[in-house]
């Protein structure tokens, strides 16, 4: 249980671009989804605290117009990448909360981000 | 923000072996407390969830001391299949419904 999938896996890009990427929860509800962005041989960092229904929450840091949260049902959050430039590219990951469930978090597969 | 430090690694430990690593937090206010596995250039799985004083799971122990804010995590009969990063997790806290990630401790079984 507790699946969360995250498409695509991976994607190339021209400089200027918007990449959509989307996060899944398949067999729970996820009132919470979190998305995370990782560069190489670093640690996770939260970029934002999607909430269905609600305005994503946004780290300190992060453009919440470059980065565009939407979270429209409890099991469907995305994130896009608008205007992309090289300095974007990197691994970013949505988790899930089980809804009513305790702090857990559950990982997608990830994506990795190229921006030429 | 509150944070959670972990010693970075490598730590090359032999087959069958067992291996302790620790992690401090700043938050002390946190109750629960998480274990992640991170293999190369894949996402975290969770490992171990500490709710109390700790946990067990087969060959993995995660122990909770409070007073001196650490956790532990114990892999004995070490595997090769062990080898990853293993990342340390607590609540972000002041109301955020975030988790707060170590750098990771990497771990390398040798055969």
């Known amino acids: 249980g507790a699946v969360v999938s995250q498409h695509p896996s991976w994607v190339i890009c021209k400089s200027g671009t918007s990449v959509k990427i989307e996060c899944r929860s398949l067999d729970f509800q996820a009132t919470t989804m979190f998305w995370y962005r990782q560069f190489p041989k670093q640690s996770l960092m939260l970029m934002a605290t999607s909430n269905e229904g609600s305005k994503a929450t946004y780290e300190q840091g992060v453009e919440k117009d470059k980065f565009l949260i939407n979270h429209a049902s409890l099991t469907l959050s995305t994130l896009t990448v608008t205007s992309a430039h090289p300095e974007d590219s990197s691994f970013y990951i949505c988790?899930?909360?089980?809804?009513?469930?305790?702090?857990?978090?559950?990982f997608g597969p990830g994506t990795r981000l190229t921006v030429t | 923000r509150k944070e959670v430090e972990q010693d970075p690694g490598p730590f090359n430990v032999p087959e069958g072996a067992t291996v302790a690593f620790n992690c401090t937090y700043s938050n002390s206010a946190s109750q629960s407390f998480f274990w992640y596995r991170q293999d190369c250039r894949k996402e975290p799985k969770l490992l171990m969830s500490?709710?109390?004083s700790g946990n067990e799971d087969g060959r993995f122990t995660a122990q909770l001391n409070r007073a001196s804010q650490y956790i532990s995590l114990l892999i004995r009969d070490s595997k090769l299949s062990d080898s990853a990063t293993y990342l340390c997790v607590a609540p972000s806290g002041g109301g955020a419904d975030g988790l707060t990630f170590g750098k990771g401790t990497h771990l390398i079984i040798q055969p």
């Open positions: 988790s899930a909360r089980i809804t009513g469930a305790g702090y857990e978090q559950y």
């Open positions: 500490v709710y109390s």
